[in-house]
């Protein structure tokens, strides 16, 4: 006879262990499941992992701007040793999520899901039953209209790298190939960027993205737009690429070719059919409670969902929230999405909360728009920064601030003020009259509204 459970999640990211542990704590019988080692992306093969490297590529670029300036002597990434201490970070999270799911009396199960009936899925040949199901499946590489496809190394693999080649060559100019662009390029390869658009990181502002292409230039990280690649091939030890630049025909060389071309929900492979859950090209299609249209049974959330939540690790853990209170106490929890605040982490990072200047405008605001290069102030000459400006926009009628885009070291900080004053429905004029303790990057806040 089929095992039976009050709840099962497939996905041990952050989209799925929320919802998982708070209904097991509860009593519920709950199983989780994941096809890789548990964990998820962000804290395996994503944020965590990536931010060590850009960690340790910061120290790069701090000491190369103090050149000069009171610092001497060059500093250089050992990647090898590097890679090393990320893994400090990646290996041992597997066996602790597993232990923790037991904690709170989780069944763990390893293997790949996917539906029988409404009710019904099947694991490693085994079937299971269950009340209650939660997609939280995650994302996975785009696939790409490019021959020889399979070339193309993806953020995982690039993150396990034992060795970094020479000579990269990213496709996409999205967040992941623009943060390893500037991780890659720190550590001394030549970098290029190829993206098929007339702009690079296109849900940031316009403005700042184009301020963060001169510090590309000045690290000799190439950003080749308009540019879409048709095909790879490989020769020897490298790879040939070849593009078309607005119907001119390019080529461009490389030990090593990453897909940096955006990610799609990981749900093609899991018969939906069978298991009666519509979905959309974004995701399994829900209604404000996060539950399947089309099966009541099932529920999503995180990158696998099609929901107004962004692919981030704190939206899935949201959503999971969202989810674990409208299966506990019934649906009454609408997915009320509050401000999300992302950043893409370069060197400097740039971050966003709310609107675009645009999307102000396109929405029929009335608007104030602050935009300055703040390269000359205090905060940013002591660390002989170049690359530094923010744009806040705030609605003119009511005071509000609509949205906040912030380029300069802590960017990834600051923008959380922004986020809080904008949950709370503060006005510009509260966050000007603050006192802020000094000097530190948040007290330049009252000259950016
Ligand atoms: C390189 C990279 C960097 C990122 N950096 C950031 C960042 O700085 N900040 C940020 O907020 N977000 C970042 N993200 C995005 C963030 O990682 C995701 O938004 C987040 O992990 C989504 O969580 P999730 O639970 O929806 O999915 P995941 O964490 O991906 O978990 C889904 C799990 O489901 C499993 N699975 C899939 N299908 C099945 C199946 N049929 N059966 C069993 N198991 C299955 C997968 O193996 C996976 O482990 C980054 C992503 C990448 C790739």
Known sequence: ???????????TGSGGSTAAGKCATAGWKVAQIDSRPFGGTCARRGCDPKKVLVGAAELIDWNLRMKGHGISGATS?????????KRTFTQPVP???????????????HGRASFVDEETIEVNGETLKANNFLIAAGAKPAPLPIDGFEHLITSTQFLELDELPDKLIFVGGGYISFEFAFIAALAGAQVEILHQGERPLEGFDADLVNILLERTGELNIKVHLNTEVKSVTKDGNS???????????QTYTGNLVIHGAGRVPDIDNMQLKEGNVERTKEGIKVNEYLQSISNPNVYAAGDAVDSNGLPLTPVAGFESHVVASNLLDGNHRKAEYPAQPTAVFTIPPLAMVGLTEQQARDAGNDIEVNFKKTDEWYSYRRTNESTAAFKTIINKETGHILGAHILGSKAEEIINLFAMAMNQNLKATALKKMVYAYPSHASDIPYMV
């Open 1 to 11: 006879m089929a095992k039976h459970f009050d709840l099962i999640v497939i996905g």
């Open 77 to 85: 990434i050992d990647w090898q040793e590097l890679m090393e201490f």
């Open 95 to 109: 066996e602790n999520r597993e232990k923790g799911m037991e904690r709170v009396g989780i069944t763990p199960i």
């Open 239 to 249: 790879y040939r690429v070849e593009a078309s630049q607005k119907g001119n025909a």
